[in-house]
């Protein structure tokens, strides 16, 4: 359950009244009246949305921190949620509706609502981004312009420029280099990877010239799924019983060769049609042209339905997420073992929260006799819902604290677009 210790909670249009877009930021959309008149509408209907946000998880030792919130609509209990689903499904025609409330682990959500033109849910976006990208900054003493790279990640993009609004709404400079990452729930864990194999190295040092001279480099990634999942466009009676909107901001200092926060040891990905078999979604980009599409197709395994009608998941797509995932751990494993590591190397394992169903399908699995992990390094962190890509860094974040510096943790990150990446790093190294 959300404890009080735990989570700052307080209105969303008290969000916005203190946010105003960034910290001492001008406000960036002032000259939009559109974009003004949707921030009032935003704040207005917002009244009774809840902002549940976790203080800062900061480890000063190994420079890594991590701000997140889930925001929206409350719905505090199994009986809420249902009833919610319900009224969604009812109000798009839809009936006989299953109750999988009992399988998700999930006692509480929060939903932005349905129905909000898009310009709202990009304000709302900018208005989270602003927030919880300064804090992670702030708790390391690190300015906006002090960035070297920026990852945005989100399942389904409803903009093509995504990536820049956010940045621009929490004050990071336009020159900063930007990745955009939408490999739906796999997106942050497969971030995280690239960043530490050096697929970006060439940009960072391309903008901070100290970079190539030993410098670590100010990394931010944010993640954000919003309610484009669960809009009146969509209808998948899965969604609001599993899906909460929220967020989270993960900075941390990199370099390949000096003093980092994470050094990578292992890392394997894989891409796999079958993992999405029993999936459906629409795919917003399909009409944008060539360049705005470059690099949000990553998700390409999703099938598109064959009609104008809802999205649709079948519940026994957590059955192909685990078969997948634990093959590819296993993989992981066996090249880890074979160099001569050892499961009791590692300290935690940090593995992304669909349900409690699969959620502890992964366990079992993973503290079998043939991998032979404990309980002790697996843990369930994530009660509020699945937030897809940002579960890894609220996971991780969650669990800073109880990290020394030389710990050893294994990410596990895949999910619905067939997309599946298990890597072992080195904490605070």
């Not at 929060?110 to 602003?130: D, H, S």
């Not at 929490?170 to 497969?190: F, L, T």
């Not at 949000?296 to 339905?305: N, S």
Request: glycine share 8%; with cysteine.
């Amino acid at each position: 359950m959300i404890t009080s210790e735990r989570v700052g909670t307080r209105t969303f249009n008290e969000l916005g009244a203190v946010q105003e877009l960034g910290n001492d930021q001008p406000d960036l959309l002032a000259n939009s009246l559109l974009h003004l008149h949707s921030r009032e509408r935003i704040l207005a209907s917002a009244e009774e949305w809840i902002w549940d946000e976790d203080p800062v998880h900061h480890h000063s030792g190994a420079e890594v921190s991590v701000a997140s919130a889930f925001y929206g609509k409350p719905l505090n209990s199994p009986e809420e949620i249902f009833a919610e689903t319900q009224r969604l499904m009812e109000n798009l025609g839809r009936g006989g509706v299953v109750d999988y409330t009992g399988q998700t682990g999930f006692s509480v959500l929060r939903q932005m609502p349905t129905g909000l033109e898009k310009v709202e849910y990009q304000l709302t976006q900018e208005l989270v981004a602003a927030e919880l990208i300064s804090n992670a900054l702030s708790a390391q003493g690190i300015s906006p312009k002090e960035v070297d790279l920026f990852i945005a990640v989100t399942s389904i993009p409803i903009d093509p420029h995504f990536d820049h609004d956010w940045a621009s709404a929490a004050g990071i400079p336009a020159d900063v280099p930007m990745v955009r990452i939408c490999e739906a729930c796999n997106s942050s864990g497969h971030a995280i990877a690239r960043v530490l194999e050096g697929d970006f190295d060439q940009k960072i040092a391309a903008h901070n010239l100290n970079f190539a001279q030993g410098t670590p480099a100010n990394i931010v990634l944010f993640a954000l799924d919003d309610a484009n999942r669960m809009a009146d466009k969509g209808g998948d009676p899965l969604s609001p019983q599993f899906f909460s909107t929220g967020a989270a901001a993960m900075v941390w200092k990199y370099h390949p060769e000096s003093p980092s926060s994470l050094k990578m040891v292992l890392h394997k990905s894989m891409s796999e049609e079958r993992g999405t078999e029993f999936l459906k979604v629409p795919r917003p980009y399909d009409d944008w042209d060539e360049v705005d599409k470059e690099d949000l197709y990553t998700a390409q395994f999703l099938k598109k339905p064959d009609h104008d009608g809802p999205i649709e998941m079948d519940p026994r797509a957590s059955g192909a997420f685990i078969t997948y995932a634990m093959r590819l751990a296993d993989e992981v494993m066996d090249e880890y073992i074979a160099q001569g590591g050892s499961v009791t190397d590692i300290k935690r394992v940090i593995i992304h929260h669909p349900s409690k169903t699969v959620f502890d399908g992964a366990v079992k699995r993973m503290t079998r006799e043939k991998r032979g992990f404990t309980e002790d390094q697996i843990h369930w962190e994530i009660n509020e819902g699945n937030v897809p890509v940002a579960t890894i860094p609220i996971a991780f974040g969650r669990q800073l604290e109880a990290l020394e510096n030389g710990d050893r943790l294994l990410f596990l990150s895949f999910g619905a677009g067939g997309e599946y990446t298990c890597f072992i790093a080195d904490f605070g190294a």
